[in-house]
């Protein structure tokens, strides 16, 4: 099983950056398609971003589309999302995830992913 490990959280004021890491072991990380969700207090899990493993096509959530941006680094296994211009709203914990199942609109789905990351708490402050 694919195991993952998110960095980079923290405490940023609105209209700032951070960029989120996401680590999974080489053997299998460069076949999957790779996910950013999060859970705000209270709320249901929600998709931000996708990638696809081969040709890098990417998809967002409408509420982080212009603001936010994932990557791939194939080569040493480690998926990013750059974030910008935050806003409490991005309040929530961020997690990485992984899915076998080939990349399409279902992407945005949770049940698409195999195996999840421990999540990494991001906080913007008003």
């Known amino acids: 099983q694919v195991q993952l490990v998110e960095t980079g959280g923290g405490l940023v004021q609105t209209g700032g950056s951070l960029r989120l890491s996401c680590a999974a072991p080489?053997?299998?990380?460069?076949?999957?398609?790779m996910g950013w969700f999060r859970r705000a207090p209270g709320k249901e899990r929600q998709f931000v971003a996708a990638?696809?493993?081969?040709?890098?096509?990417?998809m967002y959530a409408d509420s982080v589309k212009g603001r936010f941006t994932i990557s791939r680094d194939n080569a040493n296994s480690i998926v990013y999302l750059q974030m910008g211009d935050l806003k409490p709203e991005d309040t929530a914990v961020y997690y990485c995830?992984?899915?076998?199942?080939?990349?399409?609109?279902?992407?945005?789905?949770?049940?698409?992913?195999?195996?999840w990351g421990q999540g990494t708490q991001v906080t913007v402050s008003s």
């Open positions: 990638i696809n493993w081969s040709d890098r096509r990417t």
């Open positions: 080489p053997r299998t990380f460069s076949t999957y398609t």
């Open positions: 995830a992984a899915s076998a199942a080939t990349f399409t609109l279902l992407s945005m789905k949770d049940v698409r992913y195999d195996t």
